[in-house]
């Protein structure tokens, strides 16, 4: 009688973990088995960013190749779960957009959804980012300077704002 008792409480349990395993896929989408895998090191707390893509991503950056170092970005934090990546690609949206006479709106609307990523993922709200190369530093400086450069004011007739230094 005893194991019976037993062999139930595991199916019962067995059947649970299942059904929880299926509603997880269901809420998650994956379209792969490696977003399967990336969305279970997530709930597991194992997460991490594949750090040569990172340095990768970080070269053509600096090479001005935008476009390609957020793909790179893209593909070394697929879960969108750390927040120096998130700044990063929210930099590249940032410096792609940005221009003399006008900037993209569009990249500047990513590149707001990326630094709004990077806000809510750093501890405290305060992520700062230590790189010589950039000139702005923490994310929330980041957002603003998107922000300011989706507004429509006065100053977007301005002639001497073909004079202004990207960031």
Known sequence: MRRV????????????LFAAFIIWLYAVAPQSVSEVATGASVAAGTYQVDEARFNEALALFRREQYAAARDEWMRADPAQRDAHTQFYIAYAFYRQ??????????????????ANRAVSLSPERTLTVDDSDLQIHTAAELKAELEQGLERSLGDFNPLRVLRERK
Do not use: H, M, P, S
Not at 5 to 16: A, E, N
Not at 97 to 114: I, P
């Open 5 to 16: 008792k037993i062999i139930q409480t595991i199916g019962i349990v067995w059947t649970l």
């Open 97 to 114: 957009g940005w221009g003399r006479v006008y900037n993209d709106d569009a990249l500047f609307r990513q590149g707001l959804e990326a």
